[in-house]
C-alpha cells in the first residue's frame, strides 16, 4: 500500500469518526475494496453534480468529496488528494488554535 493511500485512508478514517452512527457505517462499508462497484459511479455522480453546482440542491461540496471517493481507486489521484486533504488538515488546525487564543 502506497503512503499516498494511507495518508487517505487517514483522511477518511477522522472524517469517519466526526459522522453520526449511521452515516458513518455507510462511508465504513463505502470504503471496503468490495464496494469498488459502488464507490465508482457515486464518484462520478458527485463529480458531475459538483460541476452543475450552480443549480439549485447541488453544490460545489459534490466536487471534491467525488474526487476523493475516485481516488480511491485512481492511484494517479491519490497523491493528489493526500496532498490536498493534508492542507486542509494544516488550516483546520491553524483555525482551531487561533479561535482557541482569542
Given at each position: ?21 449511521k ?18 459511479p ?28 475516485f ?27 487561533a479561535?482557541?487564543?482569542?
Amino acid at each position: 500500500m502506497s503512503n499516498h493511500q494511507e495518508e487517505l485512508d487517514r483522511h477518511f478514517a477522522w472524517f469517519e469518526g466526526k459522522l453520526p452512527p449511521k452515516p458513518a457505517k455507510f462511508v465504513g462499508w463505502l470504503r471496503r475494496p468490495s464496494s469498488r462497484y459502488a464507490r465508482i459511479p457515486l464518484a462520478i455522480l458527485l463529480i458531475v453534480g459538483g460541476i452543475f453546482s450552480f443549480l439549485p440542491v447541488l453544490g460545489l461540496w459534490m466536487l471534491p468529496l467525488g474526487l476523493l471517493l475516485f481516488a480511491q481507486d485512481v492511484p494517479v489521484l491519490q497523491k493528489p488528494m493526500a496532498r490536498m486533504l493534508g492542507w486542509i488538515e494544516r488550516k483546520w488546525i491553524e483555525r482551531q488554535r487561533a479561535k482557541t487564543m482569542q
